[in-house]
């Protein structure tokens, strides 16, 4: 007989999910600080073991039963690592500034326009769109991308700039059916 987890009351703090989770918001400092110092398959791993950790911490939470922290603390350790390494690898020239700038901007106005909409008693049911999910994957692979062919001192120009501009696409395509979902329920 399998013998599975009792669900986890929604209030708890100290579940394994929530300390994945906690460890991955505090591996955004070193991949950050990795890139900055040229370490770039240190990056690299730091990066994929933050992946790795989301795809754990999600299965285990879905298994065992999530938590209100857990619900708030994944999400942000992914925003956390996502809109740092933009930035960083914007900042060190290897992704174009404007694409960082599309990249956090659409998650700023995301966040906040919930935010606001809250304060304004307007609930909005959040769940991510499909185009959200296809987006949310380009733009981890054209990090895993960068970070990867650095490691291996590889260029592949034509590659990046494909990669560059399905995330550019997509992150202007998702942003544009969350306004359409928020203005116009389905």
């Known amino acids: 007989m399998v013998q599975t987890q009792p669900p986890t009351a929604p209030n708890a703090l100290l579940t394994l999910p929530n300390a994945i989770s906690f460890a991955r918001l505090c591996a955004v400092p070193a991949a950050i600080y990795l890139v900055l110092d040229d370490d770039w398959g240190a990056a690299f791993t730091v990066f994929a073991a933050a992946g790795i950790s989301d795809a754990v911490d ?11 922290l857990g619900a708030a603390l994944d999400p942000l350790a992914d925003k956390a690592l996502m809109v740092g390494m933009y930035i960083t690898l914007a900042a060190t020239r290897q992704l174009p500034l404007w694409l960082a700038m599309l990249v956090v901007f659409r998650d700023v106005m995301i966040v906040g326009g919930l935010l606001l909409l809250w304060l304004y008693d307007h609930h909005v049911p959040i769940r991510p769109l499909a185009i959200s999910k296809v987006n949310t994957g380009l733009q981890i692979g054209l990090v895993a991308l960068v970070l990867g062919l650095n490691a291996a001192g590889l260029m592949w120009p034509a590659v990046r700039l494909a990669a560059i501009w399905l995330v550019a696409i997509s992150t202007a395509a998702s942003f544009a059916a969350y306004v359409k979902h928020t203005v116009r329920p389905a």
Do not use: D, M, P, V
């Open 58 to 68: 999600g299965w285990l939470a879905r298994r065992q039963g999530g938590t209100a």
